[in-house]
């Protein structure tokens, strides 16, 4: 699993003309599943980003988490965070999970971060979605379970 985390002070994802989820403070994760991710590694990649010192505390350092702040999670499906583009000019997302794997997976991510007590708004699977957002500090972490 492939994750990019924005620590923002707002975040919002909307399809057409209805927004289908936003946040204030907290953090946006776009979230992608490859082929050979399994449901242990959402749980690991939840936990990894619920624990991720990235916050500010009193004396102006990184040092708490989402969880110590009380902030959100917006989830953005992004199989693009699958590229390929050690060959050319197109980019290669054959190491993308299909629908029908990438779904469950992320369906047990969501469950996950929710289960250790963090608000989470998604996006809308498999949908053109305008993404839009506040990057705070400007914080910006990828994070791979394959690594």
Request: charged fraction near 25%.
């Amino acid at each position: 699993m492939r994750a990019l985390i924005q620590r923002v002070s707002q975040a919002r994802v909307d399809v057409g003309d209805r927004c289908v989820g936003a946040i204030d403070r907290g953090l946006l994760v776009l979230f992608c599943a490859v082929t050979d991710d399994v449901p242990g590694n959402a749980e690991h990649l939840a936990g990894k980003i619920a624990k991720l010192r990235i916050f500010e505390d009193d004396a102006g350092k990184m040092n708490r988490s989402v969880v110590d702040t009380g902030g959100s999670i917006l989830v953005v499906s992004q199989f693009t965070l699958a590229a390929d583009t050690r060959k050319g000019n197109r980019p290669s997302f054959i190491s993308a999970a299909r629908p029908d794997t990438a779904i469950p997976l992320m369906d047990a991510f969501i469950n996950a971060l929710k289960a250790l007590g963090i608000p989470v708004e998604t996006g809308e699977f498999g949908a053109d979605m305008a993404v839009s957002l506040v990057n705070d500090g400007p914080v910006t972490i990828w994070l791979d379970t394959r690594e």
